[in-house]
């Protein structure tokens, strides 16, 4: 193991963050939303494409983050104002999403991100910072996006325990009718952390088609997106832990490429994070203490008439 | 303001023609897409319907897409009457050709009826053991089920990749990483040109009909989808029943499994799911867990993937949009779920009294 292989890690470990994050703020409001792997390759297909028109960086993540809080939209409309199931509109998302990225992301096949792009993400040594031993060089020689992804947890954690609205929010999760009696706007919220984890799952599935690969191929994903949802359980609904969880598993990630000279089939080692996430999940439901159970109400539809 | 209010008053004709307009919905906006992109919507849509039924030859195709989705759909049935969230048909059915796999090239010398019995029973030990895993799970700790079925497809789908790339790899075929073609004592026979799965299917649609509704662990399955209390309270062994139930739901994925290797492909390969495990998440649900209306809302889907691919062709529409507009068909469908258990109504104003 070299300061190499920590590197890799937190690039791998990137797509996860995002899409782990957004699923936080989603399920703090009380949904569970299965879409995440669809709305990641929304948010991929839609990255590269507007990378690929405009040569704008900042483009290419706005419209990922835009596409996917769309796609979030949809899930939201149905399971916040139909109140549908919600596990089941989250699945028929993620389908619609692998269906609609295969769809637009055809003629983007083969094609390479215009230079401007890979300049723009290529790794800046922060001064200072990436001079510490160790640490710096594997969390501060990072292109923008990584610290973007720092940026985004630190206010996320903030939001979420040392302001009002993230206060709010969490009790909505907990209980919705008490926080409608009162005052506070339930759909409104639900709609706005909604909207925002999907933006943030566009974001993670945007960092693989702009940033780690970079090229749209069908399913570029390959179940980051349920890996993450295993991660949001692993880190107890908490931000902070999230971005711990997604370094592990991006290092699960690299470990498969490192050690192919072992003589292990390369199609086994891949099931590694697969094989993974299965014991984490089993690990955090024998911990099952009280700080690390999902909010309350995580999966029902909030009914006002039925206060 | 507008209010919602619970109705008991649905008829199953009304709700009928809710459901319907809520996929004519989808249809409708499908064609404002297809227009989009250039083309008739209209001829498109017939295209589609040509492609799926126009000769007896393109009907074949269609049922033979049907019979994966109609055993995969009752086996995923079976997990949600219980709200177990089964989304692990693919691997499921990786892991019930697997087996099958394993005795039409190891026992490739019986003769056929015995050979093909075995791999049907290998199929559903495959698939039964495959789910049997995440309902051990969670009985056991408690763990989200999701989440385990989905990990379980894509280690289900390496595994065949290893098989296939490593020790199954055909010596004969020259290097080309593919697992070697069943002899034809291994092969599923044909009936009316179509490979014998589809009486297969309508069996199992059957008996899977009568196992829910007229027996008691079919009964003991609906009480524990509707509330683990209730079930608890009136002296169901609510663990062992979600056990022995994933079997059965694995079991039937694991004979599409079998269906798809010995009847379709002649042999074992990563693509052996063809994502029917998927897709019959949105039939399974669309025939509102209901095993009888699951045969037309498959042969409706398999029309779709069937005729999708041929105006692929045609107009240059990738097949990809064939998911796309099935999962449109299911979000209005659970969208319009709503106007069925509830009636709008607009809030009256309050009047003071005083």
């Known amino acids: 193991m070299d300061i190499s292989f920590f590197t890799a890690a937190v690039v791998a470990g990137m797509p996860l963050l995002f899409a782990t994050l957004g699923e936080i703020m989603t399920e703090r409001s009380g949904h569970l939303n299965l879409g995440v792997e669809g709305m990641m390759l929304m948010g991929a297909v839609a990255g590269f494409g507007a990378g690929f028109y405009t040569s704008n960086p900042l483009i290419a993540l706005l419209a990922a983050a835009l596409v996917g809080a769309l796609g979030a939209l949809i899930y939201g409309f149905l399971t916040i104002t139909l109140k549908t199931n919600q596990v089941v509109t989250g699945l028929t998302l993620t389908i619609f999403g692998t269906g609609l990225s295969s769809f637009l992301g055809q003629s983007f096949i083969g094609e390479k991100m215009p230079d401007r792009i890979i300049t723009f993400f290529t790794p800046i040594k922060i001064p200072l910072l990436s001079e510490i031993p160790v640490v710096g060089p594997i969390l501060f020689s990072q292109d923008v996006f990584i610290y973007m992804g720092y940026v985004i947890t630190l206010i996320l954690g903030f939001y979420l325990y040392r302001t009002r609205f993230g206060l709010n929010l969490r009790s909505i999760g907990e209980n919705p009718s008490v926080a409608d009696t009162v005052g506070i706007h339930v759909d409104l919220y639900k709609y706005v952390h909604v909207l925002l984890g999907g933006a943030l799952c566009g974001l993670g599935g945007a960092y693989l088609s702009i940033v780690d690969v970079p090229q749209w191929t069908e399913g570029i994903t390959a179940g980051r997106g349920w890996i993450a949802i295993a991660l949001v359980i692993f880190s107890g609904w908490n931000p902070y832990k999230a971005i711990l969880a997604a370094f592990v598993f991006g290092g699960l990630n690299i470990l498969g490429f490192r050690i192919q000279h072992l003589n292990i089939s390369q199609s086994l080692l891949d099931a590694l994070p697969y094989l993974a996430t299965i014991i984490i999940l089993v690990v955090s439901s024998m911990r099952n203490s009280s700080k690390q159970s999902p909010p309350a109400n995580l999966g029902n539809a909030y009914f006002r008439e039925e206060r | ?354």
């Open chain 2, 1 to 354: 303001m507008l209010k919602l209010v619970k109705r008991s008053d649905m008829n199953t004709k009304r709700a009928f023609i809710i459901r319907a307009s809520a996929v004519f919905l989808a249809l409708i906006i499908s064609a404002c897409f297809i227009l989009l992109l250039g083309h008739n919507p209209l001829e498109v849509y017939i295209a589609l319907i040509d492609g799926a039924f126009g000769s007896w030859y393109r009907i074949q195709d269609t049922i033979t897409i049907a019979i994966p989705l109609i055993i995969t759909s009752l086996g995923i049935l079976i997990a949600f009457k219980m709200k177990f969230w089964n989304i692990g048909a693919e691997g499921q059915i990786c892991m019930g050709a697997f087996l099958a796999s394993y005795f039409a090239l190891s026992f490739n010398h019986l003769p056929k009826p015995l050979l093909l019995l075995i791999m049907f029973f290998g199929g559903i030990i495959g698939g039964g053991l495959w789910a049997l895993i995440p309902a051990y799970l969670k009985v056991r700790f408690g763990t989200n089920e999701t989440i385990i079925t989905l990990m379980l497809n894509y280690i289900a789908i390496k595994w065949v990749t290893y098989l296939q790339y490593g020790p199954w790899k055909d010596p004969d075929s020259m290097g080309f990483p593919k697992i070697a073609d069943f002899t034809d004592n291994a092969l599923l026979p044909e009936v009316f040109g179509i490979h014998i799965g589809w009486i297969i299917a309508i069996a199992l649609v059957i008996i899977v009909y009568l196992f829910i509704h007229h027996t008691k662990m079919g009964y003991e399955v609906s009480v524990v989808g509707e509330s683990q209390d209730t079930a608890r309270y009136g002296g169901i062994n609510v663990k062992q029943i979600i056990l022995k139930a994933l079997f059965i739901s694995g079991g039937l994925c694991g004979i599409v499994g079998m269906i798809q290797a010995s009847g379709v492909d002649g042999t074992l390969s990563v693509d052996i799911t063809s994502g029917y495990g998927y897709t019959a998440i949105i039939t399974t649900w669309l025939s509102g867990l209901n095993s009888a209306v699951i045969i037309p809302v498959c042969v409706l889907f398999a029309a779709l993937t069937k005729g999708s691919s041929f105006i692929q062709i045609s107009f240059m529409i990738p097949q990809s949009a064939a998911e796309i507009l099935q999962s449109m068909i299911l979000f209005f469908v659970l969208g319009s779920e709503l106007f069925i258990r509830y009636r709008i109504e607009r809030r009256k104003a309050k009047k003071e009294v005083y």
